[in-house]
């Protein structure tokens, strides 16, 4: 595959375009006016198709499309102020996503990628180093935040790291290194317990399971015997762990008491199933939440604000089979083909490690949909990294 350099101002939008998505992350950044962050997303990939051409890939492009008809095919009340959600969305999905590409754009993403992903473990990092010395802003009302907004961000981060860390201690040929992702590895663990976000934590094992068992393929006497390994080391170093996970515990035992372990979830699911049963085909409109049908959902009529509860059920509910099928399919596929395909090599396990940790995630959150979230910015650069990688079009 040729390299291709990307110029000044792309090196420049680099930056910026990671600084804005921090933003979202990091409250102690300046707070950026959403007409501005959005503006500068979509400004970033009109820059890149009028300098280099675009080719549009069809991977997504039912999705795209069926955002618009469940619009256009429902009466959406006007507190949604639903064209400039759907603005903010495409601004951010465009530019990060796998929709338009040219050799600049993808040499871009790819950078835009990494340093995503080198980021995530600073922000991992400097968190843990706030909470050892017992910096009090580390806790915040849902809990540990470190330095993030909430405690369900900070734990999917620190999975997210996690994952990251292991691919870097097998990539690595220094012990040196090796030593140093090992370190960076249980500071992203210790992150995880201490968030106490039950679903970040069960998504991060599965994404690592996945990417053992694929970097172990062929050695499945190997694996299991690393599997015994990290369980006897869980073991035997119970008493240094077992005190961080409080917030974990406290909420399955609050969990336990409501009888379902998924209470915090179980009205939402139940409403998003019932918008689909009433509109199975285009759903309610994207990104919204109809309260004829959702009578548990709360809904700020000032903001539009809304709590789905889990991205899968709200693709069924807000865009119906058709749009939760034109995401849910090539997704999956892409989770396929990094299972399948031994040439991708470590990058694409990477990859398919990331997405099977989303895959679960999203069951339990619904931040997909939501242009101004960082996990909406980060899935969707994501899968534009496994369009490139896994060469879905290209049939490679």
């Known amino acids: ?24 992350v990091i409250p102690y950044l300046p707070s950026i006016p959403d007409v501005i962050y959005y503006s500068s997303f979509l400004g970033v990939i009109i820059w890149f198709v009028l300098r280099s051409g675009a080719t549009i890939l069809y991977t997504f492009l039912p ?10 095919v429902n009466d959406i009340p ?13 601004a951010i999905i465009l530019t990060v996503g796998p929709f338009v590409i040219n050799p600049v754009i993808l040499a871009w993403r790819r950078l835009l990628f990494v340093y995503t992903l080198l980021s995530i473990r600073w922000v991992v990092i400097i968190s843990f180093g706030a909470w ?11 809990g540990f935040e470190g330095i993030t907004n909430h405690s369900m961000l900070m734990g999917p981060l620190g999975g997210i790291s996690l994952i990251y860390s292991l ?12 030593y140093k992702e090992i370190g960076i590895a249980l500071i992203s663990f210790a992150i995880m317990l201490l968030a106490g976000s039950r ?22 006497i190997s694996l299991l015997q690393i599997f015994f390994s990290i369980l006897v080391l869980l073991a035997v170093t119970s008493s240094i762990w077992w005190p961080l996970t409080k917030r974990f ?16 979830r179980d009205n939402s699911w139940d409403d998003r199933l019932i918008e689909f049963k009433a509109f199975p085909v285009f759903g309610v409109g994207f990104a919204t939440i109809n309260t004829e049908y959702a009578k548990s959902s709360i809904v700020n009529t000032k903001t539009g604000l809304i709590e789905p509860g889990s991205a899968w059920l709200f693709f069924l509910s807000s865009m119906g089979l058709v749009g939760f099928l034109s995401f849910f399919i090539p997704y999956i596929r892409f989770i396929y083909i990094s299972y399948k395909k031994e040439v991708i ?46 060469n879905i079009n290209n049939n490679k």
Not at 78 to 90: C, D, E, G, N, T
Not at 249 to 264: A, H, L, N, Y
């Open 1 to 24: 595959m040729t390299r291709v350099s990307i110029d000044f101002c792309a090196r420049m939008a680099l930056p910026y375009i990671l600084f804005l998505s921090l933003t979202r």
């Open 63 to 72: 999705f795209l499309s069926v955002i618009f008809l469940s619009v256009w």
């Open 78 to 90: 006007a507190y949604y102020k639903i064209w400039y959600r759907v603005f903010a969305y495409l």
């Open 132 to 142: 050892c010395i017992g910096w009090e802003k580390v806790n915040g009302i849902s």
């Open 167 to 178: 691919y870097r201690f097998y990539v690595s040929d220094k012990a040196t290194s090796r």
């Open 199 to 220: 679903s970040a934590i069960v998504s991060s094992i599965l994404g690592i399971i996945f990417l053992l068992s694929r970097i172990y393929r062929h050695r499945v």
């Open 249 to 264: 515990r406290d909420k399955m035992e609050s969990s336990v008491k409501s009888g379902s372990i998924t209470s915090t």
């Open 345 to 390: 090599g470590m990058n694409g396990y990477l990859l398919g490690a990331l997405l099977f940790m989303f895959f679960f995630h999203l069951f339990f959150e619904a931040h997909l949909t939501a242009g101004g979230a960082y996990f909406c910015f980060f899935p969707w650069l994501l899968l534009s990294e496994c369009n490139r990688v896994l």
